[in-house]
C-alpha cells in the first residue's frame, strides 16, 4: 500500500482556496489529489499529471467533474493547461522520486528487493529501457552518470565491472545488476561503512537518468512560477539532495531581488521593475517527523519547501 508522504503537511502548504485551480504535477496513487478535492468547493477544480500508466488508471477511478488527470511529465504542464484554456492557477504541488508501488513491483525494475526485468522506465508505453540502455553505453559515460547522479564513489569501478559482465552475458534483470554491483563495493568498502545496500546509489543513478528527472524539474520550477497567480503557492516535496539543491537555488533566486549594477542610470520605475520579488519563501524547508517515519521508513529523507508567488510582472 502506498503511504502518502508529508500528506497534511504538503495540503495544509497549498493554503487551498475553496474556488482555487490547483494542479497536483504528480498524481502517483491519489493521495494528495483525494485531500485536496476534499477542500475544495463547488467551482474548485484540480487538474493531476503523471507519467505512469498505472497511475493514470487509478487517477480515472476518480468520478468528479472538478478533477481531470493527464498522462504527461510536469514539464508540460503549462503547455497541456494552456490546450485546456487554463492560463493560470492558485497552487501546484510536486511530489518528486518514485513511489511505493513503483518500488514493490518487480516488473518495474526500479528495485532490487526481488527480481524483476531491468526496465526503470516511469512511462512504459515508451522509451529505453535500463537494460537496452546498459548494454550499449560506454564505460566512461556510465561511469559518469553512476558518480553524478547516484553520488556513488565507486561509480568507475561498477560501470568497469558492468561492462565486463556484458561481455559474456546481457544484464536483463535486476538482481543481476544488482549482484555485479555489490561484489564491487564490498570489496571497496570497510564493514562499518555498509549501512545500505550496495547497490543502492546505482540503482537510483540509472532511474534519475533514464527518466530525466532533474532536467525534468529544472524545465517545469519556472512553469509554476509563470503559472501561480499572486498569492498561490509552490511546494515541493525531492527524496534526492541533487532534487533539492535545484528547489533550493530556484526558490531563492526568484525570492531575491536582482542585483542591480552599480553606476548605471535607472529610473525608479526601471529599478522597482528590476528588483520586483516574484515569490517569497513560507517557513523553513520541512522534514517529516519521528512519527511519520516510524510508519513511512521511505518519508525520512523527504524535504518539503513551499515558495509563495507575489507578482505576476518580471
Same mark, same amino acid.
Request: proline share 3%.
Given at each position: 500500500?502506498?503511504?502518502?508522504?508529508?500528506?497534511?503537511?504538503?495540503?495544509?502548504?497549498?493554503?487551498?482556496?475553496? =474556488?482555487?485551480?490547483? #494542479? +497536483? !504535477?504528480?498524481?502517483?496513487?491519489? $493521495?494528495? %489529489?483525494?485531500?485536496? *478535492?476534499?477542500?475544495?468547493?463547488?467551482?474548485?477544480?484540480?487538474?493531476?499529471?503523471?507519467?505512469?500508466?498505472?497511475?493514470?488508471?487509478?487517477?480515472?477511478?476518480?468520478?468528479?467533474?472538478?478533477?481531470?488527470?493527464?498522462?504527461?511529465?510536469?514539464?508540460?504542464?503549462?503547455?497541456?493547461?494552456?490546450?485546456? =484554456?487554463?492560463?493560470? #492557477? +492558485? !497552487?501546484?504541488?510536486?511530489?518528486? $522520486?518514485? %513511489?511505493?508501488?513503483? *518500488?514493490?513491483?518487480?516488473?518495474?525494475?526500479?528495485?532490487?528487493?526481488?527480481?524483476?526485468?531491468?526496465?526503470?522506465?516511469?512511462?512504459?508505453?515508451?522509451?529505453?529501457?535500463?537494460?537496452?540502455?546498459?548494454?550499449?553505453?560506454?564505460?566512461?559515460?556510465?561511469?559518469?552518470?553512476?558518480?553524478?547522479?547516484?553520488?556513488?564513489?565507486?561509480?568507475?569501478?561498477?560501470?568497469?565491472?558492468?561492462?565486463?559482465?556484458?561481455?559474456? *552475458?546481457?544484464?536483463?534483470?535486476?538482481?543481476?545488476?544488482?549482484?555485479?554491483?555489490?561484489?564491487?563495493?564490498?570489496?571497496?568498502?570497510?564493514?562499518?561503512?555498509?549501512?545500505?545496500?550496495?547497490?543502492?546509489?546505482?540503482?537510483?543513478?540509472?532511474?534519475?537518468?533514464?527518466?530525466?528527472?532533474?532536467?525534468?524539474?529544472?524545465?517545469?520550477?519556472?512553469?509554476?512560477?509563470?503559472?501561480?497567480?499572486?498569492?498561490?503557492?509552490?511546494?515541493?516535496?525531492?527524496?534526492?539532495?541533487?532534487?533539492?539543491?535545484?528547489?533550493?537555488?530556484?526558490?531563492?533566486?526568484?525570492?531575491?531581488?536582482?542585483?542591480?549594477?552599480?553606476?548605471?542610470?535607472?529610473?525608479?520605475?526601471?529599478?522597482?521593475?528590476?528588483?520586483?520579488?516574484?515569490?517569497?519563501?513560507?517557513?523553513?524547508?520541512?522534514?517529516?517527523?519521528?512519527?511519520?517515519?516510524?510508519?513511512?521508513?521511505?518519508?525520512?529523507?523527504?524535504?518539503?519547501?513551499?515558495?509563495?508567488?507575489?507578482?505576476?510582472?518580471?
Amino acid at each position: 500500500m502506498h503511504v502518502t508522504v508529508l500528506l497534511h503537511e504538503a495540503v495544509d502548504a497549498l493554503a487551498i482556496k475553496p =474556488d482555487g485551480v490547483y #494542479v +497536483d !504535477g504528480t498524481f502517483g496513487r491519489g $493521495g494528495h %489529489s483525494r485531500l485536496i *478535492l476534499s477542500r475544495l468547493g463547488s467551482n474548485g477544480r484540480l487538474i493531476a499529471f503523471d507519467k505512469d500508466l498505472a497511475a493514470i488508471e487509478a487517477g480515472r477511478t476518480i468520478e468528479d467533474e472538478r478533477f481531470c488527470i493527464k498522462h504527461a511529465g510536469f514539464s508540460q504542464m503549462q503547455q497541456m493547461l494552456q490546450a485546456m =484554456d487554463v492560463q493560470h #492557477v +492558485d !497552487g501546484v504541488l510536486l511530489d518528486l $522520486g518514485v %513511489s511505493s508501488p513503483q *518500488l514493490e513491483e518487480a516488473s518495474r525494475g526500479f528495485s532490487f528487493g526481488s527480481d524483476g526485468p531491468l526496465d526503470m522506465r516511469m512511462d512504459t508505453s515508451h522509451g529505453q529501457t535500463a537494460a537496452e540502455w546498459i548494454a550499449s553505453v560506454t564505460e566512461s559515460h556510465l561511469g559518469k552518470v553512476i558518480k553524478d547522479y547516484g553520488e556513488e564513489r565507486f561509480a568507475r569501478q561498477i560501470a568497469r565491472a558492468i561492462v565486463v559482465a556484458r561481455t559474456r *552475458l546481457p544484464i536483463v534483470t535486476t538482481l543481476q545488476l544488482a549482484e555485479i554491483i555489490s561484489s564491487v563495493v564490498r570489496s571497496h568498502q570497510r564493514k562499518r561503512e555498509n549501512k545500505q545496500n550496495p547497490a543502492t546509489r546505482t540503482f537510483q543513478a540509472l532511474r534519475i537518468y533514464l527518466n530525466q528527472e532533474l532536467e525534468e524539474l529544472s524545465l517545469v520550477l519556472p512553469q509554476c512560477l509563470a503559472l501561480l497567480n499572486p498569492g498561490g503557492r509552490l511546494v515541493v516535496i525531492s527524496f534526492h539532495s541533487l532534487e533539492d539543491r535545484i528547489v533550493k537555488r530556484f526558490m531563492r533566486a526568484a525570492a531575491n531581488p536582482d542585483e542591480l549594477p552599480r553606476g548605471v542610470p535607472l529610473r525608479e520605475k526601471e529599478i522597482q521593475r528590476l528588483s520586483k520579488q516574484k515569490i517569497k519563501l513560507i517557513g523553513r524547508a520541512k522534514r517529516s517527523d519521528e512519527k511519520e517515519v516510524a510508519i513511512n521508513i521511505r518519508s525520512r529523507s523527504a524535504v518539503m519547501r513551499i515558495a509563495e508567488r507575489i507578482s505576476l510582472n518580471g
